[in-house]
């Protein structure tokens, strides 16, 4: 075969395609351009001539941890490399390279199915593996940057594909490199390191009373326990539109919290880094008044007050404006501020 024939097909290109069913809160977006990305190869041409064009453009994956407007003006790349391949294993790790259009509970469940465990606290998180490095997505005392060697991407501003090194990558709490420089990375694969040696991490509180004192579960039970708790503590995007946690837990000095602390015996609260405390988000919006309440079409969980759910006919706006509202509130009341987890896009 030449070279011609080895090239991959360029993106398939859908113009004004409907992105309500791409988008976990459910809200009718437009998108201008759409591209179905299947082969990092694609890329470049779509950014020269998005570059050439000076078009916006932006990276859609599975669409769970994004606010989406109503029109979405020039490219929306719509993520879904699948490749997924084992790059080499040993006593001591195995390296798992991932596309980054795969689905991220799809590939915790594969490991386990393959003897490969150390993702199971991550169970059930909505998204795509391309997206876990962006906002480092962490739960029951686990976060995705424990497993991840290296990260493959399409430098916009080089315009060349890069490997960054796990350093590079700079992960903290909900945070990396990508999501300091928006625009400038497209994730194409994932290289996870999954170290042979295992132990339970079952030290979250809510985690714990899964299982009996002293008991040993397997990663398949961890993996059981995980499922049963997010499913009965976050809504179903299916059945109501969501997007997780839509407030970060804010980080605060530790003199602010034992200021707060003397007012509200009650807080809840973490140990963080040094000289900080990270508090329940969830909390504080409880505190306030706000779970299970409704303003218009959106409203926060009965279940959990860190989730803002649309109820059907919601949109970016309406769901910023009850963000707003519970910000403004939980400010006055705590003296503290609230940051918006997903993307606005
Ligand atoms: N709480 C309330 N009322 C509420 C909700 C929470 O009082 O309505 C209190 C409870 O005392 C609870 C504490 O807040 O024990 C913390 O709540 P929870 O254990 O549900 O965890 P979280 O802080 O709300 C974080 C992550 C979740 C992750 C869980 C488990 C963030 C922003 N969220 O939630 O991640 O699954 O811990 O580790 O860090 C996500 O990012 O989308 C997400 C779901």
Not at 39 to 64: D, F
Not at 114 to 120: H, M, S, Y
Not at 204 to 226: R, T, W
Not at 312 to 337: H, N, P, Y
């Amino acid at each position: 075969m030449n070279r011609a024939q080895n090239a991959p097909l360029p993106a398939k290109l859908t113009p004004n395609l409907g992105l309500k069913h791409r988008n976990t809160f459910g809200f009718d977006a437009n998108a201008e351009l759409a591209y179905e990305i299947t082969s990092p190869e694609q890329i470049p041409a779509i950014i020269s001539e998005v570059k050439k064009q000076k078009l916006p453009w932006r990276i859609l994956g599975g669409g769970s941890n994004v606010i989406l407007p109503e029109n979405l003006p020039g490219a929306t790349l719509l993520m879904n490399i699948l490749r997924q391949e084992v790059l080499s294993t040993d006593e001591n790790a195995t390296l798992l390279a991932v596309g980054a259009g795969v689905n991220w509970h799809e590939l915790v469940a594969w490991t386990l199915e393959n003897d490969l465990p150390g993702l199971e606290n991550l169970a059930l998180i909505p998204g795509t593996v391309g997206a876990s490095p962006i906002q480092n997505i962490g739960a029951y005392g686990v976060e995705v940057a424990d497993y991840i060697e290296s990260i493959e991407a399409f430098d916009v501003k080089e315009h060349a594909f890069v490997t960054i090194t796990k350093e590079a990558c700079q992960f903290a709490y909900r945070d990396s490199f990508f999501k300091q420089h928006p625009n400038r990375f497209i994730v194409t694969k994932v290289v996870f390191k999954i170290p042979k040696a295992w132990e339970p991490r079952i030290h979250y509180a809510d985690l714990a009373k899964q299982f009996p004192e002293h008991s040993n579960p397997s990663p398949e039970d961890i993996f059981l326990a995980v499922c049963k708790i997010r499913t009965h503590k976050l809504p179903d995007p299916k059945v109501i539109g969501n997007a997780g946690s839509f407030f970060q837990n804010p980080i605060i000095p530790n003199e602010q919290y034992e200021t707060l602390l003397k007012a509200h015996a009650a807080l809840v609260s973490y140990p963080d880094m040094p000289g900080k405390r990270k508090l329940a988000a969830g909390w504080l919006i409880d505190q306030c008044g706000f779970k299970g309440q409704r303003m218009g079409s959106v409203g926060v969980y009965e279940n959990q007050a860190l989730v803002l759910v649309n109820h059907g006919g919601g949109s970016a706006q309406d769901i910023l404006g009850l963000a707003k509202c519970i910000q403004d509130k939980v400010r006055a009341e705590f003296g503290v501020s609230l940051t918006i987890e997903p993307n606005i896009l």
